[in-house]
């Protein structure tokens, strides 16, 4: 199970809105035949193993990590491919909670005479899809926070500015994240005072949507978001207190101008999220500002954390940091790293990892939730720790080089 797990994790950008899914097959202590989940829309983990093994897979045990399919998507259900190819027994790390699952192919094996077993290194299943979980079972898709802050822990200089903070290899990094996510999310003061492209390069597996929260339609004809918005996708998110000139103007340049009803900013980026989900967004990276991290903190909805430290200062109390908002009273109340990576990027360093739940939740249906999306597993020997979630699988970058033009933004 421990080899599905990882080779799941080389769908990551490939698959979503789908799981990552990965299976192994054993005749013994030997692995006859593997496979994952390549891209959404192709052929499931299994039936790539069943097809690697040929008639090893007959009477043989077969390791999957998220149970088996049982009806008709865009292919056939995997539930009846192990019952033809005469799968003897079955370990399954995690249920599907996808409503057309759910149990059932579970059952298809068990009423077609093949031993099925249920919950091995399930907490680490959890932890592999817990973006699919998430996506499946409230609805939002997955947040990951990232930025990059001075050691004094700012994103930008009294005056804004901010290019560069992080060296090269912490911006190329950043490239990787953006490559595998559906999209990605700024305010509108970063998009001005950064006018960035935000987006892969070189390009990734997944080409995301460039969301920016924008309440009063005020993002400038000129910026490069706009200028591009028919080669890449531009969602302006607006308040019901934008002009519908300027939401025109946006329109016609390429954009679409989506307008959250609630007149409370914050309540309305939770409108936001709920209509990403609906979207089968999986995976959102959230690039800032402080102000847009910040109220997202503060209504716990950030699940990972992407953080780039450079070794300079910067000063400044007016100076940006990078998580505003409210914040929490006490120190016992800050959010903890489950298990994070610390890697080293030339003169950077890289944090990774991702929220545990809020202390003042403990207890409660939200803290459940998230650790049921999560896993409860945070021992450092665990499985769950050295599963590279923070280094994406060289493999499934396109691999060419940016022009000098393509690499400033």
Same mark, same amino acid.
């Given at each position: ?133 998430? %996506?499946? /079972? *409230?609805?939002?898709?997955?947040? @990951? ?5 001075? $050691?004094? +822990?700012? !994103? ?119 209509? %990403?989900? /609906? *979207?089968?967004?999986?995976?959102? @990276? ?5 102000? $847009?991290? +910040?109220? !997202? ?113």
């Amino acid at each position: 199970m421990a080899r599905a797990l990882e080779l799941a994790l080389r769908g990551q950008g490939a698959v979503e809105p789908n799981p990552l899914v990965g299976c192994a097959i054993a005749q013994g202590k030997q692995i006859v035949g593997e496979g994952w989940h390549t891209r959404f829309g192709g052929p499931h983990a299994e039936i790539e193993a069943l097809a690697a093994a040929g008639s090893a897979a007959t009477g043989a045990t077969l390791f999957v990590t998220l149970e088996p399919c049982c009806h008709h998507g865009k292919t056939p259900p995997c539930s009846q491919a192990l019952i033809r190819a005469g799968v003897r027994r079955v370990v399954v790390a995690l249920q599907d909670p996808f409503p057309q699952v759910a149990g059932h192919g579970i059952a298809e094996l068990r009423q077609a005479g093949i031993r099925v077993e249920v919950g091995l290194l399930e907490q680490e299943a959890r932890q592999l899809n817990a973006p699919y979980l998430k %996506l499946i /079972r *409230r609805g939002r898709p997955w947040i @990951l926070a990232k930025w990059a802050m001075t $050691l004094d +822990g700012k !994103l930008a200089t009294r005056t804004g500015s901010s290019q560069w903070i992080s060296g090269e290899a912490s911006r190329a990094r950043v490239h990787q994240l953006r490559g595998r996510v559906d999209a990605i999310l700024v305010g509108r003061r970063t998009a001005e005072l950064d006018d960035p492209l935000l987006t892969a390069r070189p390009p990734g597996p997944r080409v995301a949507t460039r969301i920016v929260v924008d309440s009063q339609a005020r993002l400038a004809s000129h910026s490069r978001l706009v200028q591009t918005a028919r080669d890449v996708p531009v969602l302006l998110a607006v308040g019901p207190e934008a002009s519908a000139a300027d939401c025109r103007r946006l329109a016609d340049a390429g954009c679409e101008v989506w307008t959250g009803a609630a007149r409370d900013a914050h309540e309305r980026l939770l409108q936001l999220l709920d209509e %990403l989900g /609906r *979207r089968r967004m999986t995976n959102v @990276l959230v690039e800032g500002g402080g102000r $847009l991290l +910040g109220s !997202l903190f503060d209504a716990g909805q950030i699940d990972e954390v992407h953080a780039f430290i450079a070794p300079k200062l910067a000063g400044g109390q007016a100076a940006a940091t990078a998580v505003g908002g409210q914040g929490v009273e006490q120190m016992s109340q800050a959010r903890w790293l489950t298990t994070p990576t610390v890697e080293r990027l030339d003169d950077d360093v890289y944090v990774c990892g991702r929220l545990r739940p809020a202390v003042q939740h403990e207890g409660s249906g939200l803290q459940n939730s998230i650790l049921a999306e999560q896993g409860r597993s945070t021992s450092r020997d665990s499985l769950s720790a050295k599963i590279e979630f923070c280094k994406p699988d060289p493999r499934a970058q396109t691999v060419t080089s940016p022009t000098k033009q393509e690499e400033e933004g």
